[in-house]
């Protein structure tokens, strides 16, 4: 196909690009243990546009962001482990560049032949990605024909990569993965109101407030999880001992719930929780059967008796969309409602779509990633995309928002 309905967006498929030298950005900022990929998802997701542009003949050259190097190189942030897994996907060899831009990499990009793959070492080892710094965007520009925006995950900041770039170069595109991306959160916000149901969580109320107060117009119900609950339990009247509240939103918690009931909206809020007097990956968990959480104790997790109350209402939506995990997750003893949200999800018959990495990361190590409508690569992107923003990676490509 060579335009995505969605958007009307231009992809891949309409680029001339045999032979070309097309530049395509890619988020390979997946998570590293010691200097092993963690897990693969995105380089994975980026394999049907790289892998088109391969059996084209075009000549590859991948650019993506690792982690926050502050514009300087830290061998810690190398995109070499992504480039071996990458190799593996594609079983050939993929060149690594020891620069974003420079000699060696103009010098790699020159020699490359058709179907060859290079990519560019992580591009926020150069000052000048995060400021979209036109110089940077130049030399990018210059290694290339064409440009393909794949990298859906960065479509909200204005880089060097996304946005300056593609002033530069006359030709570009959208990859398969945004097509996707566009295409399935255009269908949520298209979804009927009833049985569509959100599942929110994360630490802070106010990084959800602008999807929040968008989705109330749009769901039967929101179910919250997380640190945010407290906030909004707080905002209740509810004991929340000494769980983090954003103190500074209870105001906005309370006019939330207000709108909510106005609207016919249900806010479920957990009934029970997971706690510790401590937060620590060796804090002893804490069992609390009621609402109100004891002076002393922090809530870390949601408890059994909420998890089944969420897996209740997942059972019976039509349409869910999952963001932000339920508990510390990173915390094995408190990961358990998270893990008990990813199995509701899979197990309902609801078009589901699941963003934020967390929430991805319990979808996938549950092994029911196959039992999800779509996995999106993009937290940020994705929930301001849900917020009626304009990304400005999409709209350099000329991608605009239909009001």
Same mark, same amino acid.
């Given at each position: 196909?060579?335009?995505?309905?969605?958007? #009307?967006?231009?992809?891949?498929?309409?680029?001339?690009?045999? +032979?070309?030298?097309?530049?395509?950005?890619?988020?390979?900022?997946?998570?590293?243990? #010691?200097?092993?990929?963690?897990?693969?998802?995105?380089?994975?997701?980026?394999?049907?546009?790289?892998?088109?542009?391969?059996?084209?003949?075009?000549? =590859?050259?991948?650019?993506?962001?690792?982690?926050?190097?502050?514009?300087?190189?830290?061998?810690?942030?190398?995109?070499?482990?992504?480039?071996?897994?990458?190799?593996?996907?594609?079983?050939?060899?993929?060149?690594?560049?020891?620069?974003?831009?420079?000699?060696?990499?103009?010098?790699?990009?020159?020699?490359?032949?058709?179907?060859?793959?290079?990519?560019?070492?992580?591009? %926020? &080892?150069?000052?000048?990605?995060?400021?979209?710094?036109?110089?940077?965007?130049?030399?990018?520009?210059?290694?290339?024909?064409? &440009?393909?925006?794949? *990298?859906?995950?960065?479509?909200?900041?204005?880089?060097?990569?996304?946005?300056?770039?593609?002033?530069?170069?006359?030709?570009?595109?959208?990859? &398969?993965?945004?097509?996707?991306?566009?295409?399935?959160?255009?269908?949520?916000? #298209?979804?009927?109101?009833?049985?569509?149901?959100?599942?929110?969580?994360?630490?802070?109320?106010?990084?959800?407030?602008?999807?929040?107060?968008?989705?109330?117009?749009?769901?039967?119900?929101?179910? =919250? +999880?997380?640190?945010?609950? &407290?906030?909004?339990?707080?905002?209740?009247?509810?004991?929340?001992?000494?769980?983090?509240?954003?103190?500074?939103?209870?105001?906005?918690?309370?006019?939330?719930?207000?709108?909510?009931?106005?609207?016919?909206?249900?806010?479920?809020?957990?009934?029970?929780?997971?706690? *510790?007097?401590?937060?620590?990956?060796?804090?002893?968990?804490?069992?609390?059967?009621?609402?109100?959480?004891?002076?002393?104790?922090?809530?870390?997790?949601? +408890?059994?008796?909420?998890?089944?109350?969420?897996?209740?209402?997942?059972? #019976?939506?039509?349409?869910?969309?999952?963001?932000?995990?339920?508990?510390?997750?990173?915390?094995?003893?408190?990961?358990?409602?998270?893990?008990?949200?990813?199995?509701?999800?899979?197990?309902?018959?609801?078009?589901?779509?699941?963003?934020?990495?967390?929430?991805? %990361?319990?979808?996938?190590?549950?092994?029911?990633?196959?039992?999800?409508?779509?996995?999106?690569?993009?937290?940020?992107?994705?929930?301001?995309?849900?917020?009626? %923003?304009?990304?400005? +990676?999409?709209?350099?490509?000329?991608?605009?928002?239909?009001?």
């Amino acid at each position: 196909m060579a335009a995505s309905s969605a958007m #009307n967006m231009s992809l891949i498929d309409a680029l001339p690009i045999e +032979g070309k030298r097309v530049l395509i950005r890619v988020d390979f900022n997946v998570p590293l243990e #010691n200097g092993v990929v963690a897990d693969d998802s995105r380089i994975r997701a980026a394999l049907p546009t790289i892998e088109h542009a391969i059996e084209r003949g075009a000549r =590859v050259i991948l650019t993506s962001h690792l982690g926050r190097p502050k514009g300087k190189p830290d061998p810690a942030l190398s995109l070499a482990p992504a480039g071996e897994v990458l190799a593996g996907h594609l079983k050939r060899e993929v060149y690594l560049s020891d620069r974003p831009i420079g000699p060696a990499a103009t010098r790699l990009a020159r020699d490359l032949r058709d179907g060859q793959v290079m990519l560019l070492e992580n591009v %926020r &080892y150069h000052p000048g990605e995060t400021k979209n710094d036109d110089a940077l965007a130049r030399a990018l520009a210059e290694l290339a024909d064409f &440009y393909v925006n794949d *990298a859906f995950g960065t479509a909200h900041r204005a880089h060097a990569s996304t946005v300056g770039v593609a002033s530069h170069i006359r030709d570009k595109a959208a990859g &398969y993965l945004i097509a996707r991306e566009v295409e399935a959160l255009t269908k949520l916000l #298209n979804a009927p109101k009833r049985g569509f149901t959100a599942v929110l969580g994360g630490a802070k109320v106010s990084d959800k407030i602008a999807v929040i107060e968008r989705l109330l117009g749009r769901v039967e119900r929101i179910l =919250v +999880g997380g640190a945010m609950a &407290y906030t909004f339990l707080r905002a209740l009247g509810h004991e929340t001992g000494k769980s983090r509240v954003e103190e500074a939103q209870l105001e906005t918690a309370s006019h939330i719930l207000t709108q909510a009931e106005r609207r016919g909206v249900e806010i479920v809020l957990p009934i029970d929780h997971g706690a *510790a007097d401590d937060f620590s990956s060796t804090a002893t968990r804490v069992d609390v059967d009621t609402v109100d959480i004891p002076a002393g104790l922090m809530g870390l997790d949601i +408890g059994s008796q909420t998890s089944a109350l969420f897996g209740e209402h997942l059972a #019976n939506a039509k349409t869910i969309f999952w963001n932000g995990p339920m508990g510390v997750f990173e915390f094995a003893q408190f990961a358990q409602g998270t893990r008990a949200v990813a199995d509701a999800v899979a197990d309902s018959s609801a078009w589901a779509v699941v963003g934020g990495g967390d929430s991805v %990361r319990a979808v996938t190590e549950s092994g029911r990633a196959g039992d999800i409508a779509h996995i999106s690569t993009g937290g940020g992107a994705s929930l301001e995309f849900l917020e009626g %923003r304009e990304l400005p +990676g999409l709209a350099a490509l000329g991608i605009r928002r239909r009001k």
